[in-house]
Every structure is written in C-alpha cells, then in structure tokens.
C-alpha cells in the first residue's frame, strides 16, 4: 500500500470538526489538517467527546494546519479545548474587518466571553493559545487595519495576509 489520506468528519451535529491525516507508506503520519472545530451549544457535549477522542488518538499532540471557514460559532466553538492539548503550527482563517467582525458578533445569540475576544482580535487571541504562524486571507482590495493584527510585544509570532488575487494562476 503506498501514501494515502484518512478524512474524518466527526459526528459534532450542527457545525463542523475535519480531521485529515496524510500518512505514508508505513501508516505514518506525513502531515496533519483540522478543519474547523465546533458546533452549536446545543451539540456542545458531542463536539467535546470527538474532540478529546481526537486528542486521545494523536499521539504527538501536533497538528500541522488549522483552517477556520469562517468564524461563526459553530465552526470556531472547540479551539480552546482542541488547542489546550494540540499545538497547532499554523492557522489559516478569513480576514475580516473590525465592522464585519462585529456584525459576526452581534447576528448570533449570547456566546461564552472567549468569543467575543477571539471575535475582537483573532491574532491576539490565538497568540495567547500559542499559536505562532497565522495566515489570514483577504479578498481582492481588502484594506487591511493594522489593529486586527496587533499582537502583544511578548508573544512571537508570524503574521502573513494572502490576498485573492495573489492565488489566481495556481490552479
């Protein structure tokens, strides 16, 4: 049997927690992707066991990328706990603007405090997750504020915006 990739959709009802293993010949593991990471409050409970069965599974306590689809809620709900015990290398997410992260905020009910400030700014608060590379990816023409991706002095950290149009020509 040569490479192969392993694709889990776990089971978190409303919202969204991929996992994808690139793995090689000998079953192990080459590259790690989690897609998204959360669920409604309602599916809170389902959403917490495939994460800490995932983290149970993961032997190294690493994974390679994190992308974010967006940052509502039921996509973003599990990054404390997931990133807890797994190190994420990189997280890719949408930049927003500050009006559109507040319209994110205000469009859904009442959330857990985090959000808010994950909501506020998303660098500062995966830097304070460790989290150490961060590719945000704009639009064609986003402006980008610089506030969005402040992060504290003390935290190292490496920061890249990918505009759409810097993508066209790679397919």
């Not at 590719?135 to 190292?156: I, K, S």
């Amino acid at each position: 049997m040569g490479p192969f990739t392993d694709i889990k959709f776990h089971p978190v009802g409303q919202g969204l927690f991929t996992s994808i293993e690139i793995c090689d010949e000998n079953n192990r593991k080459i590259f790690s992707i989690i897609f998204d990471c959360g669920s409604t409050k309602s599916c809170s409970r389902s959403l917490r066991q495939c994460i800490d069965k995932y983290i149970d599974n993961n032997s190294s306590r690493k994974v390679n990328l994190l992308t974010l689809s967006h940052l509502h809620y039921d996509h973003v709900s599990g990054l404390t706990r997931l990133l807890s015990e797994i190190d994420a290398e990189t997280v890719v997410l949408p930049y927003l603007t500050p009006l559109e992260r507040l319209l994110v905020a205000v469009s859904q009910r009442p959330k857990p405090l985090w959000y808010y400030s994950f909501l506020a700014s998303p660098a500062t608060f995966l830097a304070g997750l460790g989290i150490r590379n961060i590719v945000f990816l704009t639009g064609t023409g986003d402006e980008v504020h610089r506030n969005y991706l402040a992060v504290p002095q003390n935290h190292r950290m490496n920061i890249m915006v990918i505009e759409k149009d810097m993508l066209t020509g790679l397919e």
